[in-house]
C-alpha cells in the first residue's frame, strides 16, 4: 500500500531524504498554499510536513479524511491545533533535540561578544574608529556562570562553559544533587544562582512560574557589573527591570537573541550600547535545519510503516472502548499530580502511583502518565502531555512505579500517588464519587474531602486553639472569600492541617501575612 505525503512548507532536500527513500511513500512538495488551497487536498494525504508556515487548523484537520500523522519539522507546534488532531486520531511529531546543538553553540556566542564587546567593537571600526580603550572586555576563564534551566540546551550549556574553565552552578526544579555532582557542577536555588553569577543565560521554558522571573528583585540580589544571557524565551526576563538595571550600572551588559514581542527592531534596550542582541537566531543554522528534518521525516516514515513514533507531542489514539471507561478519571488524575507538586517540597526522585477498586481492571497507563503530567507542568508548562511525560520524568532521574492494590479505604475507586524527595514523602489520594465526581480524599495521613479545583490554600500548622480564627481573620483582613475549609490532626495538639477553598489566588504579601501567625509553620498557594 503506498502513502502520500505532503510538505508544504520549505524544507531542504537533504531533510526529506528519508521519505525519499521509503519504500511506498509517495512525496509532495507543494508550498506556499493558502488555507482554501490545502483544505482542498488534504484529503488526499496520509501525512503532512510543516514548519512554522502552515498553520494546520481544526478545519484543515477535519478534512483531512486520511491524514495519520503530521509532523513539525523544530520544536512548537503553535501553528498546530492539537486538541483537533487528538480529536480526529491524527499524531503530532517534532523534533525537540534537532537545534539543541545550535541553541547551546548561539548561547556561547552571545557569551563571548557580549564578555568581549566584540559587535561594539566591529561597529565602531565600520565607522572608522580605532578604539582600544573603550572596549576591553573580560576574561571567561574562572568566573561563575549561572545556568536557570538545566534542560537538552542547558546542559550543553554548562558542558561547554565548563570547557571555557568557567565554575557553573545551575538551577532546575529536577535537578538533584547526584545528576549535579555527574556533571561536575554546582546547584541551588534561583536565588543561589543569582547571587554567585559573573554571568547568567537562562534556558527555560516560559510559562507562568518563569515569566519575569529576572525581575527587579533579582537584579538587586545580583553581583554589581552581572552579565546577562537570553536566548530562551522573551519574558523570562522583565525587560523594564533590566533596562534599568543596564542604566544604573548594576547589570555590565546584555546579549539576547529573544524579546517578549518580536520583532523587537525598535525596542529601547537596542539604544543602550551594552546591550548586543540578534533577531531569533538560536536555532538558524544549515546544520539545525537539516537535522529537525531528518528527525521528523524519520518519525514520519516509522509511523507509516511501523505504527512507532520517538516524539509525539499529542496522545495517541486509545481504544474507544478503553478511553470511555478510563476518560472520567483523567481529570483526577492530573490534578492530583498538580497538588502535589506545590506542596512537596524538593526534587522529585520517585513517584508511586497506586490504583485500586475498579481502577485494577481498567488500562491505567494513560492515566499513570497524566498523572506525571501534573506533576511536571508546573515547571515544564505545555512543553509536557500525555505522551512525553514519562519519558520526561526518566530524563531528569526520576524513577516512576505503578502499582495495582486491593486497599481501598472503603471507596469503589481509589488513586494514591506518592511523591519522594530528599526532604520526605507526600502522599494525596483521590476517588470519584457517585454523581458528586472528583475528590481528593487524603493529604499524608489525614482524611479530608476537597474538590480539586479553583483556588486552594494548604496550611501546615500546630493544634493549638485559635489558629482557625487567626486565619479567618487574615483572610477577611484581606477581603477574601473561603469557599469551604477541611482541617485535620495527628493528635491533640500535635502536627495538623488545613486545606481551604478560595475564591482567587492569595499574593505574596497574603501569604507572609499567614505565615507569620505563630502556630503555622508553612502557607501554600495552589492553583488547579
Partial sequence: MAYKVLISDPLSEEGIQPLREAENLEVDVKTNLSADELADIIGDYDALLVRSQTKVTRDIISKASKLKIIGRAGVGVDNIDLSAA?????????????????????????????????????????????????????????????????????????????????????????????????????????????????????????????????????????????????????????????YHAIQSGKVAGAALDVFEEEPATDHRLLELPQVIATPHLGASTVEAQESV????????????????????????????????????????????????????????????ISYSGELTELEVAPLTRNTIKGLLKRHLGDHVNDVNASYLAEKRGIHVNENRTSSTKGFTNLLKVEVKTKHG?????????????????????????????????????????????????????NDINIASMQVGRSDVGGNAMMIISVDKQLEKEELEQLNQITEINNVVAIEL
Fill in 425 to 477: 514523602t507526600r502522599t494525596v489520594a483521590g476517588t470519584l464519587l457517585n454523581g458528586l465526581g472528583a475528590r481528593i480524599v487524603q493529604v499524608d495521613n489525614y482524611s479530608v474531602d476537597v474538590v480539586p479545583e479553583g483556588y486552594l490554600v494548604f496550611i501546615s500548622h500546630n493544634d493549638r486553639p485559635g489558629v482557625i480564627g487567626k486565619v479567618g481573620n487574615a483572610f477577611a483582613e
Fill in 86 to 242: 487528538t480529536e480526529y486520531g491524527v499524531i503530532v511529531v517534532n523534533a525537540p533535540d534537532g537545534n539543541t546543538n545550535s541553541a547551546a553553540e548561539h548561547t556561547i556566542a552571545m557569551l563571548m561578544s557580549l564578555a568581549r564587546k566584540i559587535p561594539q567593537a566591529y561597529s565602531a571600526l565600520k565607522d572608522g574608529k580605532w578604539d582600544r580603550k573603550t572596549h576591553v572586555g573580560v576574561e571567561l576563564k574562572g568566573k561563575t556562570i549561572g545556568v536557570i534551566g538545566m534542560g537538552r540546551i542547558g546542559q550543553e550549556v554548562a558542558y561547554r562553559a565548563k570547557g571555557q574553565r568557567m565554575k557553573v552552578i545551575a538551577y532546575d526544579p529536577f535537578l538533584t544533587k547526584e545528576r549535579a555532582d555527574k556533571l561536575g557542577i554546582d546547584y541551588g536555588s534561583v536565588e543561589d544562582v543569582v547571587i554567585a553569577s559573573d554571568f547568567i543565560t537562562v534556558h527555560t521554558p516560559l510559562i507562568k512560574e518563569t515569566k519575569h522571573m529576572i525581575n527587579k528583585e533579582a537584579f538587586e540580589k545580583m553581583k554589581d557589573g552581572v552579565r546577562i544571557v537570553n536566548c530562551a524565551r522573551g519574558g523570562i526576563i522583565d525587560e523594564d527591570a533590566l
Fill in 293 to 352: 528534518a531528518i528527525d521528523v521525516s524519520h518519525d514520519v516514515v516509522r509511523y507509516l510503516t511501523e505504527g512507532v513514533v520517538k516524539n509525539p507531542v499529542n496522545l495517541p489514539s486509545v481504544p474507544k472502548d478503553v478511553m470511555n471507561k478510563i476518560e472520567p478519571y483523567f481529570h483526577l488524575s492530573e490534578k492530583l499530580g498538580t497538588f502535589l507538586t506545590h506542596v512537596t517540597e524538593g526534587t522529585a526522585e520517585e513517584i508511586n
